[in-house]
């Protein structure tokens, strides 16, 4: 079983439908990563959360420690926001991160 | 972009060569990373720099070598290419944004390499 889990694998969205990305793990963090791979391949990073809530425009991003769960929403979604969404955590003490698969989203006009 | 490269941007090598991809970066960050990505599998780390001539070894590090004589260059060698190695790698770098206090990565643009 992976240490990060991501759900859904694939999801395909209407323009304007708010969106939900979830990432489950399995271990201790410091803190958790929201990434952004466009199909060019470039990787940004959306979000850095050790807890709460964060938000940057129409994207928010959640953490539950306790429940070791976090979800990336996207409001008012547009064919711009077609990409794959990667949720990372940072291990405690290291430098050394691991990834989830990705979510590949995909919002059609 | 926290002013990372890669080159080359894309390789197609055979079987058996060697092969050497270049990560620099023009901030002095002092950590580095080399992944990889494939189909299936999340990013996965290779090895990692934590200052010149320091390393360490990732999850997937059998069949590479890495070298850091400098700070702003992580190189990433394939000693003998073999067709498994056919993936795309991206290079990081750990960057403290500016007034966040907060450490995040920032990832170079990859390097597509495909070995025959």
């Known amino acids: 079983k992976n240490e990060v889990e991501q759900s859904p694998q694939n999801l395909t969205a209407q323009e304007g439908e708010f969106i939900t990305i979830n990432c489950s793990y399995s271990?201790?963090?410091?803190?958790l990563h929201w990434l952004q791979q466009h199909p060019g391949g470039g990787i940004v990073s959306l979000f850095m959360l050790s807890s709460g809530k964060k938000k940057h425009g129409r994207l928010i991003a959640t953490i539950n420690i306790q429940e070791k769960h976090s979800s990336l929403h996207i409001t008012a979604s547009h064919p711009r926001d077609s990409a794959v969404y990667i949720c990372?955590?940072?291990?405690?003490?290291?430098?050394?991160?691991?990834f989830g698969t990705g979510t590949r989203l995909k919002v059609l006009a | 972009d926290a002013g990372i490269t890669q080159s080359p941007r894309h390789k197609v090598t055979e079987t058996g060569t060697p092969v050497t991809l270049r990560c620099h970066q023009t901030?002095?960050?002092?950590?580095m990373y080399w992944y990889r990505q494939d189909p299936g599998h999340g990013l996965r780390l290779i090895h990692y720099?934590?200052?010149?001539?320091?390393?360490d070894k990732g999850e997937v590090s059998d069949g590479y070598s890495v070298s850091r004589s400098k700070t702003e260059d992580f190189l990433l060698t394939l000693e003998s290419a073999t067709s498994s190695q056919t993936s795309v790698y991206f290079c990081a770098i750990e960057a403290t944004p500016s007034g966040v206090g907060t450490d995040t990565q920032y990832f170079g643009p990859g390097t597509r390499l495909t070995v025959l």
């Open positions: 271990v201790g963090i410091s803190a």
């Open positions: 901030e002095n960050h002092r950590y």
């Open positions: 990372a955590v940072g291990t405690p003490g290291t430098y050394k991160y691991i």
């Open positions: 720099s934590y200052g010149v001539k320091d390393t």
